[in-house]
């Protein structure tokens, strides 16, 4: 088959110019003469019938073609690198900073952990929790995985995980909270209440006006992660609203029971976030990407 591609260091060239610039500092990571580089580039331009880069007085300046170019030329050489990498492993240690909410953490990621470490046994892997992953700096993160509309600037997000929310609480809570409903009782509990996790503000009041018969039932305690919503919850303090993956091990171990037996469904999805940097992204970054991709996937396959 003729994939009518122009040779492969002319792209190198143009990915490594694209990405400083200038030929110059690509030809330093070329290890080749600025004059190399250049007629590399031109090579490629006479090749596709098309100027990629403006030639100003001391940088260059992606054309609109040249732009338009440069993501697929750059997503190959990403592919190429991760596959190789993948297969055949790395020279020397790598590693990679990860990036996820302490719940998103426990409840789903590091029980699948070990998979990736077994099957990329060079790889280091960095694992940070954030409570709120936006106000930390950006600075070494290779990954993030957040919770939200999957719009957040300066980042390709691409969605793993749309599960329901569950409305849950220990057995007996449950119970007095649908008796509570189904006989129609206005009287307000003292010891027992809504679990609401910031962010998430105003879905407890469609809650009880449209499953619970409007019984009265306070909104009267607020957390910032869905574990504290969760212990809060076993503890028989109240029924809590949290992402079914964070809720499942509860269920599992017989601490917490489903209120209703269907899911609240609503637009936000975990979304896997990388920066959207000039430079390539890190092989070993992208193999972690992918692996996650096909966790998430076995996930839903398995259910």
């Given at each position: ?48 019938g098309f100027q990629l880069f403006e030639r100003l007085a001391r940088s260059l300046r992606l054309t609109d073609k040249g732009r338009a ?40 990621l590091v029980p699948r952990l070990s998979d990736f470490m077994q099957k990329y046994p060079d790889i280091d892997v960095r694992l940070y ?7 930390l700096s950006q600075d070494d993160i290779d990954i993030d995985i957040r919770f939200g509309d999957g719009n957040w600037p300066g980042f ?148």
């Open positions: 088959m003729d994939y009518q591609l122009p040779p492969l260091n002319w792209l190198r060239a143009f990915e490594a110019a694209a990405r400083y610039n200038n030929f110059t500092v690509a030809a330093k990571e070329l290890n080749l003469t600025s004059a190399a580089v250049s007629h590399q580039v031109r090579s490629l331009e006479q090749h596709l170019y440069l993501p697929s030329v750059r997503r190959a050489f990403e592919d190429l690198s991760a596959s190789t990498m993948g297969l055949f492993g790395s020279k020397g240690r790598q590693s990679i900073s990860v990036r996820c909410t302490a719940a998103f953490s426990i409840s789903w929790t954030a409570i709120w992953t936006e106000a390709n997000s691409q969605e793993i995980l749309h599960l329901p929310s569950l409305v849950v609480a220990t057995q007996e809570s449950r119970d007095r909270v649908l008796n509570m409903a189904l006989e129609g009782d206005k009287a307000l509990p003292q010891d027992l209440r809504c679990v609401q996790i910031m962010g998430c503000e105003g879905r407890w009041q469609k809650i009880i006006e449209e499953r619970l018969n409007k019984i009265n039932i306070g909104v009267t305690l607020t957390v910032d992660t869905s574990l504290s919503a969760l212990e809060l919850a076993s503890s028989g303090m109240g029924i809590a609203l949290v992402q079914e993956i964070y809720a499942q091990p509860y269920l599992d171990n017989g601490r917490l029971v489903k209120v209703f037996e269907e899911g609240m469904e609503y637009d936000e999805s975990h979304y896997i976030l990388m920066p959207d940097r000039e430079m390539r992204a890190k092989p070993e970054s992208l193999l972690f990407k992918n692996w996650l991709v096909e966790q998430a996937k076995n996930q839903f396959d398995d259910s």
